[in-house]
């Protein structure tokens, strides 16, 4: 067995600067994927905005950050390699009848599936804190985009569709 190369940990995400670094992380993540369609800025920080996002006025939320060590010019540093939002739709659950949370805005480097699945296990630790048995998602907090593409990548991926590179 191995060691891990990487040291990381996955933390909740709870101050403005957090936020922003959950709401940037897409942008760093595919920064050289041509093929990812980059959302417009101001409308992705107004879906993170409870005041202007009025989908939040009956969701509770969490967001997570996977942070991984590195090596930087002054020294060790963290950086973000993931994200995760979990969500409990009150009218959902409603409708539905059956406790069921959800995933959102999942997103990890390459390669780490340890780190997915740190992600995931946060998400799903805080549902089920929350009283939920059931996981579904992906999802996001504008409720239109849901699901992603696993195979046959074709046509190019669009805006408001999820896209794993």
């Not at 369609?37 to 939320?61: I, K, M, Q, S, W």
């Not at 804190?129 to 849901?146: C, H, L, T, Y």
């Amino acid at each position: 067995m191995t060691a891990d190369p990487a040291p990381r940990r996955v933390r909740q995400a709870l101050s403005s600067a957090d936020r922003k670094a959950f709401i940037a992380f897409p942008f760093t993540r595919y920064a050289a994927d041509p093929l990812w369609v980059p959302p417009l800025r101001l409308g992705l920080a107004a879906e993170f905005d409870p005041r202007r996002n009025a989908y939040l006025a009956h969701c509770d939320h969490a967001l997570f950050l996977l942070e991984t060590d590195s090596a930087g010019p002054s020294g060790p540093a963290r950086r973000v390699t993931g994200r995760v939002a979990a969500l409990v739709d009150r009218l959902a659950l409603e409708a539905w009848g059956e406790p069921i949370g959800m995933f959102a805005y999942f997103e990890c480097g390459d390669g780490d599936p340890a780190g997915a699945a740190a992600l995931l296990d946060a998400a799903r630790d805080w549902l089920v804190a929350q009283g939920m048995r059931k996981m579904r998602g992906p999802w996001s907090f504008v409720s239109q985009e849901w699901g992603l593409v696993v195979e046959g990548f074709s046509p190019r991926p669009v805006i408001m569709a999820p896209y794993v590179g």
